[in-house]
């Protein structure tokens, strides 16, 4: 059963309002989303500002717990890593 909370961003995602890592945690407190996930808050805070070194065990742990398919987890992590290239450059 999905907590309520990422009932919201899956809609939002699913919506394609939701389009980046960062989004996410801007609609969920980090604390809560690493607990929720059982992945370590270092590694999340890590994914704020270089998400290429996420696993695809990872991938398939924040997308069961927010119940979408790893695909769409993948598009979020890709448009991600754009977006912190972008940046870079």
Avoid: G
Avoid at 1 to 13: N, V
Avoid at 33 to 57: F, G, V, Y
């Amino acid at each position: 059963m999905i907590h309520q909370p990422y009932t919201a961003i899956r809609t939002l995602i699913w919506n394609n309002s939701i389009t980046t890592f960062p989004e996410i945690i801007l609609r969920i407190s980090l604390k809560q989303l690493c607990k929720d996930a059982d992945i370590e808050p270092s590694q999340m805070r890590e994914w704020l500002h270089n998400i290429s070194n996420i696993t695809l065990q990872e991938v398939k742990q924040l997308s069961e717990m927010l119940e979408i398919p790893e695909y769409r987890m993948m598009r979020i992590v890709i448009a991600t890593e754009k977006m912190q290239q972008a940046m870079r450059n």
